[in-house]
Each structure stands twice: as structure tokens, then as C-alpha cells.
């Protein structure tokens, strides 16, 4: 079992950059693929980054490309989400999410691969 608990989140204004943590407690983080999702006030969650296994691939929605970067140290079971130019349409709660998998390479974007989820931290970006 993992458990996972963010930080990192705050108070930002548009343009500038935050970094999240992750950090998964358990034996099964470096067999997890780990993902980052958002969901704002009356939106449904969105994906936003996952990294493999390995921390070799990564995938990111369209509208974080180039300005987020996720990744990954398996020694120290954490995941991070460095956010930088960011805009108030980034406001949300990030959550964090881990998904088992026996593949080394693969990254998901689908919520139904992750099995263990965060509490979430709030990002606020004013404009």
C-alpha cells in the first residue's frame, strides 16, 4: 500500500512558479507509475503530468507543456511538480497519484491506472 501526502502548494502570482512535493510512504513507490491531477472550483479532475516507473518518461496535457516539469527520486520515495509561468487558470487543488504497474517505461494519464491518491494542495494563482 502507498500512502502519499502533498505540499508545496500557495499563494502565486501569474507568473511565477511553485514546486510540489509528493511523498509516498511504503514499499510499492519505485513499482508505481506516479501521476499529478488538478481539479478546480466546478471543473472535473484533469491530468495534468505522469513519469514512468523509472522517471525516464513523462507526459504532460497540452496546456502545462513547456511550462511544468514532473519528476521523480526514487530514493527519497518523492515526487515533484516544478509549475513555472503559471496563470490563474492554473488555480486548483493538485493531487498526486500513484499506480502500480509491472512496466518500466509506461506513464498514464487516465485516473483509472492510479489506485492510491493524496489529500490534495491548494495552488492559487492571482492575476
Known amino acids: 500500500q502507498v500512502q502519499l501526502v502533498e505540499s508545496g502548494g500557495g499563494l502565486v502570482q501569474a507568473g511565477g512558479s511553485l514546486r510540489l512535493s509528493c511523498a509516498a510512504s511504503g514499499r510499492t513507490f519505485s513499482s508505481a507509475a506516479m501521476g499529478w491531477f488538478r481539479q478546480a472550483p466546478g471543473k472535473e479532475r484533469e491530468f495534468v503530468a505522469s513519469?514512468?516507473?523509472?522517471?525516464?518518461?513523462?507526459y504532460y496535457t497540452d496546456s502545462v507543456k513547456g511550462r511544468f516539469t514532473i519528476s521523480r527520486d526514487n530514493a527519497k520515495n518523492t515526487v515533484y511538480l516544478q509549475m513555472n509561468t503559471l496563470t490563474p487558470e492554473d488555480t486548483a487543488v493538485y493531487v498526486c497519484a500513484a499506480g502500480e504497474t509491472p512496466y518500466y517505461t509506461h506513464t498514464y494519464y487516465g485516473p483509472s491506472h492510479y489506485g492510491y491518491w493524496g489529500q490534495g494542495t491548494q495552488v492559487t494563482v492571482s492575476s
Open positions: 513519469i514512468s516507473r523509472g522517471g525516464h518518461n513523462t
